[in-house]
T-cell receptor, first 113, second 115 residues
């Protein structure tokens, strides 16, 4: 089945540092989404990307939809302790089921004050 | 807006018992999704509904799993009989319309433990 490769699996950083994570797919996606999940809660949508090359920001978060349509990255600038959580990329591909949003395995972010 | 509401938050049951998970989507959302999250497999789509009609149930693991959506404000996911390998966090999500471009809003999940 479809798979998204998300890296890194985990990150341990100091407060104030910038963070970068990415997702790649073997097939083309027409939508990329980035979610954050905190302990005991469901994923929460951070950023949505709808076309190749699109660069979108949400506060300290910036995400880009790769030109090849097979990758996306998420950057977090000047990290703070509340950025801790698991970040998931998710995508929907051409030809796939209209409702099937495929998720990466997540990047677990730890921020040391 | 109360968001997507799932119940119970935690469920511990013995192998062989029937388990029913419940979901109330956001009012006005026409699409509803059931996902399962495990350490090994991550988030997997089990089934989704559009306008209360099941559209794709290819992710349902086996016949022991069934899902219903009798009306626009309620859905259930049932496991009968339950097995230890069903232990996972089950999420319900809803979306205004069919299609990922609208984004999905997730509930807080039901953590199921089958012993």
């Amino acid at each position: 089945g479809q798979q998204l490769n998300q890296s890194p699996q985990s990150m341990f950083i100091q407060e104030g540092e910038d963070v970068s994570m990415n997702c790649t797919s073997s097939s083309i996606f027409n939508t990329w989404l980035w979610y954050k999940q905190e302990p005991g809660e469901g994923p929460v949508l951070l950023i949505a990307l709808y076309k190749a090359g699109e660069l979108t920001s949400n506060g300290r978060l910036t995400a880009q939809f790769g030109i090849t349509r097979k990758d996306s990255f998420l950057n977090i600038s000047a990290s703070i302790p509340s950025d801790v959580g698991i970040y998931f990329c998710a995508g929907q591909n051409y030809g796939g089921s209209q409702g099937n949003l495929i998720f990466g395995k997540g990047t677990k972010l730890s921020v040391k004050p | 807006d109360a968001g997507v509401i799932q119940s119970p938050r935690h469920e511990v049951t013995e192998m062989g018992q029937e388990v029913t998970l419940r979901c109330k989507p956001i009012s006005g959302h026409n699409s509803l999704f059931w996902y399962r999250q495990t350490m090994m497999r991550g988030l997997e789509l089990l089934i989704y509904f559009n306008n209360n009609v099941p559209i794709d149930d290819s992710g349902m693991p086996e016949d022991r799993f069934s899902a219903k959506m009798p009306n626009a404000s309620f859905s259930t996911l049932k496991i009968q009989p339950s097995e230890p390998r069903d232990s996972a966090v089950y999420f319900c999500a809803s979306s205004p319309r069919q299609g990922a471009i609208y984004g999905y809003t997730f509930g807080s999940g039901t953590r199921l433990t089958v012993v």
